[in-house]
C-alpha cells in the first residue's frame, strides 16, 4: 500500500484532472488501481 499522504496527493491530482481530462487514460495514472467513483 502507498503511504497516506501520497494517496491524498493522488486523490487531489486526480480530482483535478477528472475535471479536465480522462486521467485514467493518462499514463501518470494508467498504472495505479483507482476505487470506483
Known amino acids: 500500500m502507498k503511504k497516506s499522504y501520497e494517496v491524498l ?6 480530482s483535478k ?3 479536465s481530462t480522462d486521467f485514467f487514460s493518462d499514463k501518470k ?5 483507482w476505487p470506483t467513483i
Open 9 to 14: 496527493q493522488y486523490y487531489e491530482l486526480a
Open 17 to 19: 484532472e477528472l475535471r
Open 29 to 33: 495514472y494508467g498504472n495505479l488501481e
